[in-house]
């Protein structure tokens, strides 16, 4: 007798909803903590010191309006009028014009990448205007130049990786002796179903982000002035597209060599931006992995009976040391039982024809060449078998980039 169709996989469906929903819960809880923890330490590390610092200028303000005999209610509105020229970039040393041209590219290159020092903004009306509509398309197309750089800097990694994997294994003689040198762009086999890991590459990620912020705190140290810690600082403030604005490089109005220097800063910014951004992005990998450990580790099962169905579904195909003989057993029992429509049917958990079996198969072994060939060359691609999966299934922005590209995201979504 035939069986019917196979059960639906709304459960599954549900236990990944659930399973994503608590993730992100966690997620959120994590951050409030992380956030709390945070503002109890600077709170405590920078408060007694404000405290200091307003106590010292309340007596300056009163002995200055002692000596010259100023009122303070005059002084206070002399300070708001320095503070308003301050805003609005007047200081008392000569600074580099804000809206020349150079100093305006240099204000489009903190808005586009997010950095927004905050030391120019735009203070007509058609100028805020303008930059909310230049901001909207900028911060947009910037992002999307940081995910392809990410693109580019994961597979170049997964590449020297893969090479070096190469060469380990032909020194160990682990190779087969029709490997070729070189094949890891070229030969279909190479290395199938090997990927990087993801602490290799956040590991490498970060030592170039130290030493390329090193290297530039070096430069502004040099020009600028300021101590190493200060321009330390500086760099993952800006790198990190924080902004703060407390220090600013390349803003006085001549500096020795100030060409080779604008040049220099431009590129550390770009370089360190970009390292930033993806170092941020692999970093997110791990906390994702240790997050889906601490789900698994309180056992959080949403539907006892939809893990079930799926173990059951997940090992219907399988094969295993007595498939073939139950299979075999299976047939003969059954050959007498079935019409000339139904001949050469088999029983695994559904009744499937020799001849859609056969289809199916060439289907599948077709994708299956075309995924190894991709990941033998470095550029591996999600396939979408089921044509009813919507357009995010496998992820949005960076997540989407570097998922099936690490070895650590392979089986994430």
Request: aromatic share 10%; glycine share 8%; charged share 20%.
């Amino acid at each position: 007798m035939r069986r019917g169709p196979a059960p639906p996989r709304r459960g599954r469906c549900c236990c990944r909803c659930a399973e994503d929903t608590g993730r992100f819960v966690l997620l959120a809880a994590l951050i409030a903590a992380y956030l709390t923890a945070g503002a109890s330490v600077f709170s405590a590390l920078e408060r007694p010191s404000e405290a200091a610092a307003q106590r010292r200028w309340n007596r300056t303000l009163t002995d200055f309006s002692r000596l010259f005999n100023i009122s303070l209610p005059e002084l206070r509105a002399f300070l708001r009028s320095y503070e308003a020229a301050m805003a609005a970039g007047i200081r008392a040393e000569a600074l580099r014009p804000r809206w020349d041209f150079p100093g305006a590219f240099y204000f489009v290159a903190t808005v586009v990448s997010t950095i927004g020092f905050g030391m120019t903004t735009p203070a007509t009306v058609a100028g805020k205007v303008f930059l909310i509509i230049y901001g909207l398309f900028g911060c947009a197309g910037t992002i999307l130049f940081f995910n392809l750089f990410l693109e580019r800097i994961i597979s170049l990694l997964a590449f020297i990786m893969k090479t070096c994997r190469e060469r380990q294994l032909r020194r160990s003689g682990l190779l087969p002796p029709n490997f070729r040198r070189g094949s890891a762009i070229s030969n279909v086999g190479s290395l199938p179903g090997w990927k990087p890991s993801v602490y290799h590459v956040m590991l490498i990620l970060g030592i170039f982000a130290i030493t390329l912020s090193c290297c530039a705190s070096a430069m502004y140290t040099a020009v600028e002035g300021w101590n190493y810690i200060d321009s330390l600082y500086y760099c993952f403030v800006t790198f990190s597209t924080i902004g703060f604005g407390d220090l600013v490089s390349s803003q006085n109005a001549v500096y020795q060599n100030q060409g080779l220097y604008r040049f220099g800063n431009f590129m550390f910014i770009l370089m360190g931006v970009c390292c930033i951004y993806s170092l941020f992005n692999v970093i997110s990998i791990v906390i994702k992995q240790v997050l889906n450990w601490v789900l698994k580790k309180f056992g959080c099962r949403c539907c006892s009976k939809c893990h079930k169905s799926s173990a059951r579904l997940g090992r219907r195909n399988a094969i295993t040391p007595g498939a073939r003989l139950r299979r075999h057993n299976l047939s003969m029992e059954t050959d007498g039982q079935y019409d000339s429509d139904t001949e050469g049917r088999r029983l695994s958990g559904e009744m499937i024809s020799m001849r859609e079996l056969t289809a199916s198969n060439k289907v599948s072994l077709a994708i299956l060449q075309k995924q190894l060939s991709e990941t033998a060359n470095g550029y591996p691609r999600n396939v979408c078998i089921n044509t009813r999966q919507n357009g995010f299934s496998a992820g949005v922005g960076a997540l989407a980039i570097m998922n099936n590209r690490l070895a650590e995201t392979s089986d994430s979504r």
